[in-house]
């Protein structure tokens, strides 16, 4: 039973541990929100002397770079601006911004790193191609799938699995294109799962401490001996016979005091309580006392 007790009590504590780490950690997270619940994030300036800015798949970009922007009912929000005022953006399928802006010269997003401050962007910047029908402004287009001028909004998640590309331009499509950033991850389920997590982690290595602690109860030892052996096994715990243990000690007879001296005249051992207290030592009696009887005459020794 012992043994059974400490191993569950070990696998709550296996459990529960990173139970609870996890949920201190989102805590700690959730912590770091605006004050409506979001993280935000400026990105780098992103300037090109073309007239797009393009990120290929940003399924792919976001599972890289970002993968907890694609766990549960995320909303991710690009905010684009130019000098001149808000900018384009817009997610269509990437199949589709390729034939539309491959004649266009563009820059095209490689990387964009987490970090402290402003992301860091690594741009690449695509040669021009020689000029198609290709819309002057963005908006004319009719495959976007999310679009916005100035902001553009969507869940990561319902867009998984889809080789979307984004597109960033000028509202009239113009070149010289210089874009400031911003991104802004709404996470709802943060707060909630952090307190679940702390809850049963808690509740986890609640239930295992007490299992860990609990006192031994003394074992009783029974001596199965054969007849022969009861002597050595009486001698070797310092009694005389087996007979006698674990019985209850029987109450010791109470002693009584006994007077001292016979009954027939005796000097009792302790003499009568004077009359009154001697006053200085001339009053105190002789010492030894005299006794009664003849006093015994000279010896002769002739």
């Known amino acids: ?64 770079e970002a993968p907890f922007t694609r766990v549960g009912p995320s909303r991710l929000r690009l905010t684009a601006r130019t000098a001149d005022g808000p900018a384009f953006a817009g997610l269509a399928p990437a199949e589709e911004v390729r034939r539309w802006l491959g004649p266009l010269p563009h820059a095209t997003v490689d990387r964009v790193a987490v970090a402290r401050g402003p992301l860091p962007v690594r741009l690449t910047d695509a040669a021009s191609a020689p000029a198609g029908s290709v819309p002057a402004a963005p908006r ?27 597109v960033v331009m000028r509202p009239d499509g113009g070149a010289d294109l210089s874009v400031d950033l911003r991104a802004e991850l709404r996470v709802d389920w943060l707060r909630p799962v952090a307190w679940a997590l ?42 005389s016979s087996l007979s006698g243990l674990g019985a209850p000690r029987r109450p010791e007879p109470e002693r009584q005091l006994v007077a ?36 015994p005459g000279p010896v002769d020794r002739s």
């Open 140 to 166: 004319e287009a009719r495959f976007w799938v999310r679009e916005g001028v100035g902001a553009i909004e969507w869940s990561p998640a319902e867009l998984a699995g889809r080789r979307l590309s984004l």
């Open 1 to 64: 039973m012992r043994f059974v007790r400490v191993f569950v009590a070990m696998l709550l504590l296996v459990v529960g541990i990173p139970v609870l780490l996890a949920g201190a950690g989102l805590s700690v997270a959730a912590g770091r929100t605006a004050a409506d619940g979001a993280f935000t994030a400026r990105v780098e300036p992103l300037r090109t002397p073309g007239r797009a800015v393009l990120v290929a798949d940003v399924d792919a970009l976001l599972r890289a």
């Open 198 to 239: 702390l809850a049963v982690g808690l509740l986890l290595v609640g239930l295992a401490m007490p299992a860990l602690l609990w006192p031994l109860r003394p074992r009783e030892v029974v001596f199965v001996v054969e007849p022969d052996q009861v002597p050595v096994l009486a001698g070797r715990l310092g009694v």
């Open 260 to 295: 001292v001296g016979t009954a027939d005249g005796a000097r009792p051992a302790i003499g009568a309580a004077p009359a009154r207290r001697p006053g200085s030592l001339a009053d105190l009696p002789p010492w030894p006392p005299e006794r009664a009887g003849p006093t």
